[in-house]
Every structure is written in C-alpha cells, then in structure tokens.
C-alpha cells in the first residue's frame, strides 16, 4: 500500500529530499521500526539470516538495510531501520527513518517496542498512528524476558483490543518462538489492520500546539492505552543500586578502568590458543620447506613457502587470535549494556579533545592491536570524531612495540635507564595526540559537533555467548582476510628483497639499497640495518626485532630475516640486545626506539583504517603525518642526545 496519507502528514514529508526509495516487486514489504535499542536488528538478523550489528546500545543501525525470507508461500521483503526516538527528529539516521515512511514502500509496519521499558518506548507508535494513520501495521513487545526478569506483567490482549491491530509478545533473541508474530504478520497482510487513532488526534488537537503539548498528548494517549494492562512491582531494580555506583561521581572511573584491564586480560582466554595454533603453522612451513629441500625441490622454492605463504598465514592467525579474544570479550560487555556505561562515564574527559566517551575504547584497544582498535572505532557515530578517533589512536604504542622497546631499552641504557625510556615513550605519545588534536581536530570535527555524546543508558541484559561469538567470529574473519591480503603482499616484497642464491644478506637487493641510501638515513639517526627495521615495521611492526636480529647478528640468512620478519621475537637472537650495544651507538638506538614507536602502526592497521573511514585522502594524510613524526622524532632524538650520551 502506498501510504500517501502518511507522506502528506508526516512530518518528513513537507521539507524531506525525494526519498530514495523504490518499491519492491512483488512480495510483502514489513518495514521494522522502533526506537534505539528496541531489537529491531535481532528480529530482522533473525528473520532474514543476516549479521547485522546489534548491540546494548542505542544507535547501532545508521542505514536502511534489507533482506528477505518465506512464509506460507509468501515472500517478505524486511527493511531494518535506524532506531529513532520519534518521527519529528532531526539526525541523519532518523531521517533516513522518516523518509522511508513517507515514500509508502512499506506495505506493513511492525513497530518494535521495549516491553521493559514500555511507556517510553511506545511513544515511536504514538508518532506514527499521529503521522501515517493508514499504515497497515502491528506492534511487537520485545525483550519479553528482560520486562518478566523485572517482574512485570504484560496484557497484551488488552493492548491489541485498544489499539485494533495484532500485538505479539516477542524475544527477538529466541528465533525459534517466531511462531506468533509470523502468524499475526500473515493476518495484519490479510486484514490491513490500521491502528484505531481517534483518541490520539482528538487528544493532540485539543492539546497546546507547541512541541511539548503535542508530546504530553502522545503521553497521555499511552498511558490510557496501558491502563490496567502492565503490572510492576515497586520496589527498585537490584541493578539500578549496582548502577548509581559504576556510573556515580566516586567509584565511577577506578571501576570502570578496572574493568577495562580485566577484559584485555580475559581476551587472552580465547586468544592463546589460537595464537599458537599460528606459532604451529609456521613450524609446519619449516617442515615443508625442509622436505622440499630433501626431495630436491629447487630451495628458492621451499623458502617462498616457508617464507611468504606459511608465514602470512601464521601471523594472520595470530593477530587475529587478539582480535576475537577482544571482540568476544567487549562483545560480552557492549551485550550487557556495560560498554554505554564506560562510554558514559569519561565522556565528560574526551569532550575536552572534541572526541566523545566512545572514543575511549579504540584508544585502549590500541594498547593491544591498533588493528582491533581502528575497527572498534565504528561505534562512534560522528565521521568527523571516527577520524579524529582513529588518528590519535594511531599514536599509542601497540602491543607488537612493547615487545620489541624493552629489549632494546634494557640493552642500551640498562634497568635504571629503561623506565626513563618508557616514561618517554608515553609522554610523546599525549604530545601527539594532542597535536593531531589541534591540527586535524578543526577540520574533522566542526565546532557544532563538538559536543559530547548524547545517549541513554540502555538497561542490563544477560548476553548471549553464542550471538556475541558470531559476531567476533565474523569481525576477526573480516579482519584476517584484510591483514592476510596486504600480509602476504608485503611478505611477498621483503622475501623478494633479501633472497639470495648464496644465502649470505650482503648479496641481497636489500643490503644494497639499504647501504646505498645509508646517507640520508643517518640524518634521522638511523644506520643501514635500523632503517631497514624501521622500513619493515612499516609493515608489520612485531618484525623489527626479528630484522634486526637477523641483520646484527650476522648469522642471518635471507629466510631467518624473513622469519624474523614475521615472527618478531620468537626470531630474535636471544643476545640481540648485545650484539647491537656493540654495533650501534646509544643515540642511534634511542632514534631508532622513538622513530619505530611513532611510526605508523603497520600495514594491516592502515587497511583496517581505510575500511572504516572509507577516506583514502585521510588514509594517506594519517599515514603521511606518522611517517613524517616519526622520522621526524628520530632526527631530533638521535642529535639531541647524541650531544649528551
Ligand atoms: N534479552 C533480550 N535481549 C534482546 C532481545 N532483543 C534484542 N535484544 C538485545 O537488545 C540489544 C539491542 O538489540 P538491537 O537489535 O541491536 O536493537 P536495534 O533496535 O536494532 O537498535 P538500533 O540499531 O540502535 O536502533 C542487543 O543487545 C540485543 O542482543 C530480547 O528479546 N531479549
Ligand atoms: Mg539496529
């Protein structure tokens, strides 16, 4: 049906561009709307099969997404909305809302509301009934389960008598109790029921005409309408108690670091063994490439497997054994409805860098994988505070750096020194964060928008494991897929590099770039084989101890630089520290240090950055300005101290 009565009354309607909206052929067209929270993307993930993102908290869904599935014989095509709180608001992801109503697509709409918290959340269907009084429609009380755990109880019977139209008791998360409301879907299709809204629009005509008179009408029309239909009990929610203290002034922030560092430790639950199922991979392309070699297999041959297609592999599944274990973990939280809170309570601090409280988990995600952090950076809704978000993020030293700074710090400067090091470390780090906040930060993210994030606190849900691991399945599955492409490629040029027939580096292409350009790169306080480790960490940054080991300890051949490369660490002659103490100066070693740390992360996470700012102009800016810092750190380092060490 086309709905041109709600186009015309719609709020929308009157100013809204010509809605990009074309009607499918044939089928029934159910659009979901609700507001923030409410399940919409549960239902329709249930529905339709697919994964869209849901989570404990409002916000998720900022485009129209489609899909289908059969009922009876009956195609249904499901449009899955952005939450919005009522049809006369103002964001980009309520308009897409409103100018989808107006454009009559929908044959039916199925309004979702929060039965947990449900006069509020039916003030989305007063706002319809009032704009689209001819819409075909039925509502859905959603999160049963959370409203029964709350004691309350329900009369939807009497709710679907008031109104005229199906209303169906829902657990979106259960697909198997779709039953119902397939079945009441089927007879809203049969009857086109259209809610009965004569008390609604005699109550608004009679109320004030301004904003709030209309909405005290909308109120007042939903209280009558659950007059004697909801029962709940008065004493308050055990959580709300448990909430005043994670979200109040005192303990607020000690708990909600506390909880933070217990999550990245939990994340190596799941993490560990899939890290090691990588450490196996690459042991089994040494066996391959070793028995290659005895069945006379040309030698370039098992060193390019070994080399380039087991190692990618390895440090694929490595790296993304940290990214589900974080994705599971933050998943069980942001499931919980605990991740709003964290959100919540350093929004206040993240204003003053015009970013928001959300902009907070990317930056710790960073300490672990700055990979895991760019791509946790989607929850913030702003383009502008996302950028600004994954630019400062890029300046936090990344787990793959604190593997590689204390070795050498220790070497150079011994156990009194090496702290002095790492305090340095962090306090260059809050410089350029800072730095790219004042340059970058005005252009990203206008004045207007500066402003913190306005969300409310969803209440606590009981995750479920199964849902949540789906979804950190699909993330790191994403994300190996993305680090495995450029991986390999990268992988593919340095083996390329250092392969010799001899099996001695000085005969290989890189010693002879490396030593050809040592001039330049003495400038920025690096001699032939740290930029070569410096240049390597461009790629991956765990490789550079594994480089330099191979090039300082001369026992390397092109495969265990190759090795190092990709294994950093597990590569790493044990007294590297040593050999280069002797080899290099201690001001080189230090502009080697800041240079590495303050470079740009590493190939993987620049992929990641580009997929969810979509930007390649602020791609290459971000990775141009990092390059640029660090070299730029290193020259400095390297001549201040060298006046001095
Ligand atoms: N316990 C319980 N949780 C549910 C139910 N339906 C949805 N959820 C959870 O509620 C949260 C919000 O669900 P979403 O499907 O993301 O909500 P949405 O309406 O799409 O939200 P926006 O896209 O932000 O508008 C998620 O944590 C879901 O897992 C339910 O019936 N019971
Ligand atoms: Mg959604």
Known sequence: MSCERCAASCPAAGGAKAPAVRKAAGGVTVALLGQPNSGKSTLFNGLTGARQHVGNWPGKTVERKEGTFERGGTAFQVVDLPGSYGLAANSPEEEVTRDYLASGAADIVLVMAD????????????????????????????????????????DAVLIARRLGVPVVPLVASRPEGYGALLDALARTVRERSVVDGARLREGIAAAPDTIQGTAAAKF?????????????????????????????SRWSKPITIGMILLGFILAFVPAIPIMMLGGAISSLGQV??????????????????AGVVFNSLCFGTMMVGYVFGINLVFGLYEEAGYMARI??????????????????????????CTMGGVSGSRVIDSWGQRMLTVMMAWAIPCGSTWGVVPVLAVAFFGVAGAPLVIVGIFAVTILIMWLVGRVFGPRLVA????????????????????????????????????????????????????????????????????????PVTRFFGMGWQTFTAWLCALVLKESALGVLSGLFTGAATPNAVLVGVMTGAAAAASNIGEVMAQAISAPEALAFIFAFTFNMPCAASVSATWGEVHSTKWTVITALFYICCSLLLGCVVYHVSALFL
């Open 447 to 518: 004045k207007g928008e500066r402003a913190g994030m306005v969300m409310e606190l969803p209440p606590y849900h009981r995750p479920h494991l199964g849902n949540v691991a789906r979804g950190a399945l699909l993330k790191s599955r994403q994300m190996f897929v993305r680090a495995i492409r450029v991986v390999a490629l990268f992988a593919f040029a340095i083996w390329a590099l250092t392969y010799t027939a001899t099996g001695s580096v000085e005969g290989s292409v890189l010693y002879a770039l490396g030593t050809a350009i040592e």
């Open 115 to 154: 039965a947990s918290q449900l006069e509020r959340s039916l003030y989305m269907l007063a706002d319809f009934v009032a704009a689209c009084p001819e819409q075909p429609c039925l509502l859905a009380l959603n999160l049963m389960d959370v409203a029964e755990n709350q004691g309350k109880r329900i």
């Open 288 to 305: 391959v490439a070793g028995a290659l070699a005895q069945a006379g297999a040309p030698d370039v041959l098992g060193s390019f497997l």
């Open 343 to 368: 959100s919540y309570v350093f929004d206040h601090t993240m204003a003053r860098f015009g970013l928001q409280g959300k902009s907070l988990m990317p930056f710790l995600m960073c300490l672990g």
């Open 220 to 248: 007042a029309w939903i209280e009558g309408l659950l007059d004697g239909a909801v029962e709940a009990p008065a004493r308050p929610h055990a959580l709300s108690r448990f909430d005043r203290v994670v979200t109040g």
